[in-house]
T-cell receptor, first 114, second 111 residues
Framework: DADVTQTPRNRITKTGKRIMLECSQT?????MYWYRQDPGLGLRLIYY???????NKGEISDGYSVSRQAQAKFSLSLESAIPNQTALYFC?????????????FGSGTQLSVL | GESVGLHLPTLSVQEGDNSIINCAYS??????FIWYKQESGKGPQFIIDIRSNMDKRQGQRVTVLLNKTVKHLSLQIAATQPGDSAVYFC??????????FGSGTKLNVKP
């Protein structure tokens, strides 16, 4: 969904490096999420934020940190990258209506840690 | 969610046939469920959702069935088309807090 933009699309880094993945959205949603996808596994939640001053850990937050700089921006950092953090990372926003809640995903960032 | 493994379950169907994709969820307290479609190189996209107070919901060419007794969710796609080829995920949540995703099923549509 072009309304949720992730940069970069691909990144190769070395073990021990600090990297940041960025996400911006034009949907005006308060809720934002970072997920990780590994081959053969579903998406696993890393961190989520329901508002600018709200940050929550997900299932697999160890080794990651996030920053919600504004309603529209939510970045994910790997302080010291390790090879098992090689994965496809997705940012998502959500729109909660009276009828339900839909997640809108970016196109993903493929991260390789050598 | 679905059973975790290194290889995605794969469903191959003939174009024009109906497809049924299944998902076993884990939390009996989950009250809202969604099916997502992920095409190659793209992020997941919303297909259809259902609340736990329903057992069936229909969309355009898709139907979701919910069986709370056995914690089972299914997605039925009518008259499957080549453009339906993708990986399909179910997701569950309770009180719209966090969504938990299954491992996905790959649908191959043969022309």
């Amino acid at each position: 969904d072009a309304d949720v933009t992730q940069t970069p699309r691909n990144r190769i880094t070395k073990t021990g490096k600090r990297i940041m993945l960025e996400c911006s959205q034009t949907k005006g949603h308060d809720r934002m999420y970072w997920y990780r996808q590994d081959p053969g596994l579903g998406l696993r939640l890393i961190y989520y934020s329901f508002d600018v001053k709200d940050i929550n850990k997900g299932e697999i937050s160890d080794g990651y940190s996030v920053s919600r700089q504004a309603q529209a921006k939510f970045s994910l950092s790997l302080e010291s990258a390790i090879p098992n953090q090689t994965a496809l990372y997705f940012c998502a926003t959500s729109d909660r209506t009276g009828d339900g809640e839909k997640l809108f995903f970016g196109s993903g960032t493929q991260l390789s840690v050598l | 969610g679905e059973s975790v493994g290194l290889h995605l379950p794969t469903l191959s169907v003939q174009e024009g046939d109906n497809s049924i994709i299944n998902c076993a969820y884990s939390n009996s307290a989950s009250d809202y469920f969604i099916w997502y479609k992920q095409e190659s190189g793209k992020g997941p996209q919303f297909i259809i959702d259902i609340r736990s107070n329903m057992d069936k919901r229909q969309g355009q060419r898709v139907t979701v069935l919910l069986n709370k007794t056995v914690k089972h969710l299914s997605l039925q796609i009518a008259a499957t088309q080549p453009g339906d080829s993708a990986v399909y995920f179910c997701a569950e949540t309770r009180n719209f807090n966090k969504f938990y995703f299954g491992s996905g099923t790959k649908l191959n549509v043969k022309p």
